[in-house]
């Protein structure tokens, strides 16, 4: 049985095939075009080519997609929503959407603030009201696809929540998809609304690819697989559950290429960088998995505080332009030529000089014909070389949380373009098939399941409610379609709330398992 592994990048469209071993048996390389189902199934085409192995022999198929991240940032393909939140009287000062941009603010038909939520404490707000919630969703009935529903405090209860989910249901019938914001983002009001909102908007993106990558797969004859998408935590979900929770697929190609990373330098801590075509990304590698960002993240000019990996992202690739000022000074980016690399870069015959480029140039990198970089004068290039580094070295200085030396490790197509003598690093490792690490983390990669709450430790004994946690965060990821007996704890934290009455702490748990 074989694993087939996909990540799609601004740049390439990578694929693997693993065997039962979980080594690589095939990885290839694929443009990734205007329509990015032929990019894909273009890379599949390629990689069991490359493989001849038996299509009927794949039992798995993985996808880590950037479908959801570019419909929000573009504004397309976003469901009509109608928004609940359940917070009245207290929280009538902010409407939802309040800060949200115009273009992206009208995949809501209509959004209402109603009474109930709780105290931080537990303790109720206001009773909720739900022959309001009723009309409400009487009001849109026939109008929307999907419906975000908030409530104050639901991290810390989630009653009323559940309550108008049922409602909501009830009302509009089961084809309208329901996201509630206790099961999705933190503490936090607004950003927590925020990002339940988005999840709504993406529901159709989420349909149509999900069903259109599993049908693409049956045409290719690849019709045993069970296909699974990644999601940006380094694990992978069910086709069920990136359909109720697409934007925890939001950032899983930096995710994949830590992941795959750690696979193939066997290493648990370090930094990663992985170098696109149009950008870098570094992350940190904490315990195998990806280190989590502690504060809000913006997507497309919108603040949330869902979990999302902490990764920096810098203007350079293997694409990007390099250009000679006036007064001799080289710049290196922000803009790169892309997917267009093989028609327009030098090496490759055209008349745009790209930072591989100046890696053939060097001798770092045999790419194309040599012959075509050879104009380039060393100078130009070595200070081309020089700006690259410094704008890694900085971004390194940045995720790193001491002034220790770290292991980095260094993936993705455009890593010929750095050089392996950077500063603040005790070794720089390029495993083999590092330019697919990305498709090679989205196959290798295991089911999780999170647990969070804020816990009184005066009511529940820290043992008590951290073994609690535990149980519910390895429920989650069988949930999800991890397999029981392999499931364990691999991250776990509880973070006192100096804020808060009593002992309270916010307890958070993530456990994770192979695949069912």
Request: include cysteine; glycine fraction near 10%.
């Amino acid at each position: 049985m074989y694993k087939l592994g996909i990540d799609v990048g601004g740049t390439n469209t990578d694929a693997v095939l693993i065997d039962e071993d979980l080594n690589v048996v095939a990885a290839v390389k694929n443009p990734t075009s205007g329509d990015i189902y032929n990019g894909i199934m273009g890379a599949v085409d390629a990689v069991l080519a490359d493989s001849g192995v038996d299509r009927a022999q794949i039992g798995q198929a993985m996808l880590g997609t950037t479908q959801c991240t570019n419909a929000i940032v573009e504004r397309k393909g976003l469901a009509p929503i109608a928004i609940l939140r359940i917070g009245a009287p207290a929280s009538v000062g902010i409407p939802p959407m309040v800060d949200w941009a115009q273009d992206i603010a009208a995949v809501s038909v209509d959004a209402a603030i109603i009474e109930g939520g709780f105290e931080y404490d537990g303790k109720r707000l206001a009773e909720f009201d739900e022959a309001a919630c009723r009309a409400f969703f009487e009001g849109v009935r026939g109008r929307v696809e999907a419906v975000a529903i908030s409530c104050v405090f639901s991290t810390v209860r989630n009653d009323d929540e559940l309550h108008a989910a049922e409602i909501a249901t009830e009302v509009l019938g089961e084809d309208v998809h329901v996201s509630i914001s206790s099961e999705i983002g933190s503490m936090g009001l607004i950003e927590r609304e925020n990002a339940t909102i988005l999840n709504a908007a993406l529901y159709d993106v989420a349909r149509r690819f999900t069903e259109g990558f599993a049908a693409s797969l049956a045409d290719k004859g690849v019709v045993n697989a069970e296909v699974y998408l990644s999601q940006n935590d380094g694990t992978l979900m069910t086709m069920e559950h990136a359909r109720r929770y697409p934007i925890l697929t939001i950032a899983c190609g930096p995710t994949n290429s830590i992941r795959g990373a750690s696979y193939l330098s066997r290493r648990s801590d370090a930094i990663v960088i992985d170098v696109g075509g149009t950008t870098t990304d570094l992350g940190v590698l904490s315990h195998g998995f990806p280190r989590e960002s502690g504060v809000a993240v913006t997507i497309g000019g919108v603040r949330t505080n869902f979990r999302m990996p902490d990764v920096v992202s810098i203007g350079l690739g293997g694409g990007s332009i390099v250009r000679v000022a006036d007064d001799g000074s080289v710049t290196v980016g922000p803009d790169s030529v892309g997917y267009q690399i093989a028609e327009r870069a030098l090496v490759f015959g055209g008349d745009v000089m790209t930072a591989t480029d100046i890696a053939v140039r060097l001798g770092m990198a045999e790419v194309g014909d040599a012959a075509l970089a050879a104009a380039i004068p060393q100078d130009v290039a070595e200070r081309a070389l020089d700006a690259m580094r410094e704008m890694v070295e900085e971004a390194i200085d940045v995720m790193k949380v001491s002034s220790d030396d770290i292991d980095v490790v260094l993936v993705g197509g455009g890593s010929i373009v750095l050089p392996r003598d950077l500063a603040g690093t005790a070794q720089v490792l390029t495993p083999e098939h590092a330019g697919c690490a990305n498709a090679i983390g989205s196959a290798i990669s295991k089911v999780s399941g999170v647990y969070e709450a804020l816990v009184d430790y005066d009511a529940t004994p820290r043992e008590e409610a951290l073994e609690h946690a535990r149980a519910a965060a390895c429920e989650a990821a069988v949930e999800a379609g991890a397999v029981r007996e392999t499931v364990e704890v691999i991250d776990a934290e509880d973070v006192p709330l100096a804020y808060y009455p009593g002992h309270t702490n916010r307890v958070k748990v993530k456990a994770a398992g192979d695949l069912a």
